[in-house]
Each structure stands twice: as structure tokens, then as C-alpha cells.
């Protein structure tokens, strides 16, 4: 608790001496309190145009292993760090519906997320952090180019490409989620999927499926929900964060995604990590 409001922002906004609380001050360190998890070996996707894939760890891991695989150590909410890794996430879904409505076929998530769910599985792959996939721009093209590049089939109708991508996406977790279990020395699950990409059904099999760990999904709105667990620790409404996880998962509604047939998934992994990276 900071303290009161100033006078002078009272006068402008009308509103009393409230006390004004710094929560945990990064849309993914809130979303992270926000994580409804029952137990500390879970690690974490703060899913949307970026995905954020982390563990909560009581101070820094400093380590050439950390260095190598280039995590990033973020203060967190009550003197804990976020170990994580920036992963290129639904950016490229997002850019190929902005391409494919200039072009003139507009369609909704939902819509893409049928098509690439009666796709045929494993076609052809990408590495989502490549420099090509970047910039905004025609998404499609640069995916059909770079399969192409690779030796593998292009994707061509909506369906294709947007498998193409969310099957990567799930790869490229189960690579940043072994990297993890190294530096951390322990295996970790479930897998807890929140923000605006949880609602995608899909990804959130996909990625059980490809890592052999469960998902939870939920809460989509973690970030404002970790914001206000935190006031609610900081006015004494909840003892802890935890004891605000808790609530979470009694009322936010999340789904949970059991692994099936894994053994597919083994073989594209094998596929996933020689693709080039740049």
C-alpha cells in the first residue's frame, strides 16, 4: 500500500483519500497470481500474442544454462521471480486472419480454429521464433515459404496453415518446458494456460498432447484478476496469494486437457527441433 490518493489527482478525478496499491506491476506478473495452481512444481503459459512459458521461483536462477537458452529472470508478487521464456504465440494466427481479411475472407477465431482442427495432423512445421515470422505482414506466404525452404509440403487452404501454427506453437512449449525441467532439476505439471489464448481450445490439446503433461486453462482475464488478488492481500480481504489462487480456481471456470495419444507428437518433435531457427 502506497498510501492515499493524492489531493491534486482527487480534485481532477472525483474521488476520495483511496489507498493506492502497487500490484504485482507487469500485465504477466499479474496474470501469474492469477494462476489457479494447488501445488509449486506447475509452470505457466501467459498466452496471447506473445506466449510467456515460466516457472515461479523464489530468487534468480543466474546460470549459463539460463543464459544459454536465453530465460529471463522478472520480479514477481511477494519477493518471487518469474524464470521465463518470450515465445513468438498467437501472433502468427492473428496475422494470418489480418492478411486473409485484406484479402477479403474474413473469419473468426473460432472459424480458423474448426478448419485447422480437421486439417490433417503433422504436415509440415515452423519454428514460430524464426526473424521471418516478425514483422507484420502476409503470415501465409512467409509460412508456405518457409516449408517450402525446409523440404516440406506448403499448406495451402485456411485449415492447413493454421494447424501448421498451432501445432508448432504446442512443439515449441514441449522445447521450452524440457529446458525448464533442466534448470529446475524437477519435472513440472500440470501446464497452466491463461489470458486471451486459453480460450483456444485447441492449442490447449495440442500442447498436452505434445508435452505428455495436463492443461488447465483459465482464467482468461489473469491479469486483472492477479491485480486485484493482490489488493485484496494488501487491504487483508485474503491472507495470500495463494489463499487468492484458491478462489481462482473455485470460481473462474477453468477447463482442464488431458494428454491422449502421445507417441505422434514424439516423431514431430524429432521434426520440430531441426528446423532452422534463423
Given at each position: 500500500?502506497?498510501?492515499?490518493?493524492?489531493?491534486?489527482?482527487?480534485?481532477?478525478?472525483?474521488?476520495?483519500?483511496?489507498?493506492?496499491?502497487?500490484?504485482?506491476?507487469?500485465?504477466?506478473?499479474?496474470?501469474?497470481?492469477?494462476?489457479?495452481?494447488?501445488?509449486?512444481?506447475?509452470?505457466?503459459?501467459?498466452?496471447?500474442?506473445?506466449?510467456?512459458?515460466?516457472?515461479?521461483?523464489?530468487?534468480?536462477?543466474?546460470?549459463?544454462?539460463?543464459?544459454?537458452?536465453?530465460?529471463?529472470?522478472?520480479?514477481?508478487?511477494?519477493?518471487?521471480?518469474?524464470?521465463?521464456?518470450?515465445?513468438?504465440?498467437?501472433?502468427?494466427?492473428?496475422?494470418?486472419?489480418?492478411?486473409?481479411?485484406?484479402?477479403?475472407?474474413?473469419?473468426?477465431?473460432?472459424?480458423?480454429?474448426?478448419?485447422?482442427?480437421?486439417?490433417?495432423?503433422?504436415?509440415?512445421?515452423?519454428?514460430?521464433?524464426?526473424?521471418?515470422?516478425?514483422?507484420?505482414?502476409?503470415?501465409?506466404?512467409?509460412?508456405?515459404?518457409?516449408?517450402?525452404?525446409?523440404?516440406?509440403?506448403?499448406?495451402?487452404?485456411?485449415?492447413?496453415?493454421?494447424?501448421?501454427?498451432?501445432?508448432?506453437?504446442?512443439?515449441?512449449?514441449?522445447?521450452?518446458?524440457?529446458?525448464?525441467?533442466?534448470?529446475?532439476?524437477?519435472?513440472?505439471?500440470?501446464?497452466?494456460?491463461?489470458?486471451?489464448?486459453?480460450?483456444?481450445?485447441?492449442?490447449?490439446?495440442?500442447?498436452?498432447?505434445?508435452?505428455?503433461?495436463?492443461?488447465?486453462?483459465?482464467?482468461?482475464?489473469?491479469?486483472?484478476?492477479?491485480?486485484?488478488?493482490?489488493?485484496?492481500?494488501?487491504?487483508?480481504?485474503?491472507?495470500?496469494?495463494?489463499?487468492?489462487?484458491?478462489?481462482?480456481?473455485?470460481?473462474?471456470g477453468v477447463c482442464e486437457y488431458q494428454p491422449r495419444d502421445t507417441a505422434p507428437w514424439d516423431e514431430a518433435y524429432e521434426r520440430f527441433v531441426r528446423l532452422p531457427v534463423q
Amino acid at each position: 500500500v502506497l498510501g492515499p490518493l493524492l489531493s491534486s489527482v482527487r480534485d481532477q478525478v472525483g474521488l476520495g483519500a483511496v489507498p493506492v496499491i502497487a500490484p504485482a506491476c507487469h500485465d504477466t506478473g499479474s496474470a501469474v497470481v492469477a494462476v489457479p495452481a494447488a501445488a509449486p512444481d506447475f509452470m505457466y503459459i501467459s498466452s496471447g500474442t506473445w506466449a510467456l512459458e515460466g516457472i515461479e521461483v523464489s530468487s534468480p536462477v543466474i546460470t549459463a544454462e539460463t543464459l544459454r537458452h536465453n530465460f529471463t529472470n522478472e520480479g514477481g508478487a511477494g519477493g518471487t521471480f518469474r524464470l521465463l521464456k518470450n515465445i513468438v504465440g498467437l501472433w502468427l494466427v492473428q496475422e494470418c486472419r489480418r492478411e486473409w481479411a485484406r484479402e477479403g475472407h474474413e473469419m473468426s477465431y473460432d472459424e480458423l480454429t474448426r478448419l485447422a482442427a480437421e486439417a490433417e495432423p503433422f504436415r509440415s512445421l515452423v519454428n514460430p521464433d524464426h526473424p521471418m515470422f516478425m514483422p507484420p505482414g502476409d503470415m501465409p506466404r512467409r509460412i508456405r515459404t518457409y516449408c517450402q525452404e525446409t523440404g516440406q509440403p506448403a499448406p495451402e487452404t485456411y485449415g492447413q496453415v493454421v494447424r501448421t501454427a498451432l501445432e508448432s506453437l504446442a512443439l515449441r512449449f514441449r522445447v521450452a518446458l524440457e529446458q525448464l525441467e533442466s534448470i529446475a532439476g524437477r519435472r513440472l505439471s500440470p501446464i497452466h494456460i491463461v489470458g486471451g489464448g486459453s480460450q483456444n481450445r485447441l492449442l490447449n490439446q495440442l500442447t498436452a498432447d505434445a508435452t505428455g503433461r495436463p492443461v488447465i486453462a483459465g482464467p482468461v482475464e489473469a491479469t486483472a484478476m492477479g491485480n486485484i488478488i493482490v489488493q485484496a492481500v494488501a487491504r487483508g480481504y485474503i491472507g495470500s496469494v495463494q489463499e487468492g489462487r484458491e478462489l481462482v480456481r473455485r470460481g473462474a471456470g477453468v477447463c482442464e486437457y488431458q494428454p491422449r495419444d502421445t507417441a505422434p507428437w514424439d516423431e514431430a518433435y524429432e521434426r520440430f527441433v531441426r528446423l532452422p531457427v534463423q
